[in-house]
């Protein structure tokens, strides 16, 4: 057998590191997958990269994670820049403000957190100078947590119903957190709640729209959201533990 080095460089510890976390996670993704019936490729793991910096961003997309999400869009900027020429697809998953919509259009793939209708306006305009389409998700309030964002469960089939002045918008589904209190079960109801209104307003999407994707999940409660139809995950903590962030 050859000899092991008697402790390996840094870089490759880390970048050992950020590969067995990925590793733990899409495990637990298909385990919790299985147990709903549910193939495990329909969910996407968004790998929240907002604790860390760009080259440590980098050591996930080389572990094998494409989806990258920051929640702060000037973060999200600077990482893009940074990473510029890898096969990065961007999320930005927090709130958006109006005047950063521009920018953050260029380097996203796709926009979670769209949570009122002068934001989804802003984004129609800005796409269609851009002459692109911005692909989105509506942030629902599902928890009523009076300290979050997000249209209220009660908004939303106007804010579905008026989808078609939107020509350069694409929503492709809906988006939650959580409420911070109550644990596992509180965050299981909560998604629960966020896809029975989903399927409700399935049938109302105006053509060019869908409410296919379901964002919802962190590293605290992904599991819960996967039983409950979740297709894209936004994991941060859980991938950088042990790094000492
Ligand atoms: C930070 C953040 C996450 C990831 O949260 P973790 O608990 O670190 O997994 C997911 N979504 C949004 C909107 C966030 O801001």
Not at 65 to 84: F, H, I, V
Request: include cysteine.
């Amino acid at each position: 057998m050859p000899s092991q080095p008697l402790s390996p460089s840094p870089m490759t510890n880390r970048q050992q590191v950020v590969r067995d976390n990925l590793a733990r996670i899409r495990e637990r993704v298909a385990e919790a997958a299985h147990a709903a019936d549910r193939p495990a490729e329909s969910i996407t793991l968004v790998g929240v990269t907002k604790y860390v910096d760009a080259p440590t961003a980098a050591l996930l997309l080389e572990a094998g994670c494409r989806d990258l999400g920051e929640s702060r869009p000037q973060a999200l900027w600077e990482k893009a820049a940074t990473l510029e020429g890898k096969p990065v697809r961007w999320h930005q998953v927090g709130h958006l403000q109006r005047n950063k919509v521009d920018q953050t259009l260029r380097h996203a793939s796709l926009i979670h957190a769209v949570d009122s209708r002068r934001l989804l306006a802003a984004i129609n305009s800005s796409a269609a100078r851009q002459d692109m389409t911005a692909r989105v998700l509506l942030e629902v309030n599902i928890s009523g947590d009076a300290a979050k964002h997000g249209f209220s469960a009660a908004d939303m089939p106007t804010v579905v119903a008026t989808l078609g002045d939107h020509a350069n918008v694409q929503v492709l589904g809906l988006m939650a957190m959580a409420a911070r209190e109550g644990g596992h079960a509180t965050a299981r109801e909560n998604f629960a709640a966020l896809r029975r209104l989903r399927d409700n307003l399935r049938s109302t999407v105006p053509e060019g729209h869908s409410l296919s994707e379901l964002s919802m999940g962190m590293s605290g409660d992904f599991e819960e959201a996967i039983a409950e139809g979740s297709t894209l995950i936004r994991v941060g903590s859980a991938l950088w533990e042990g790094l000492g962030i």
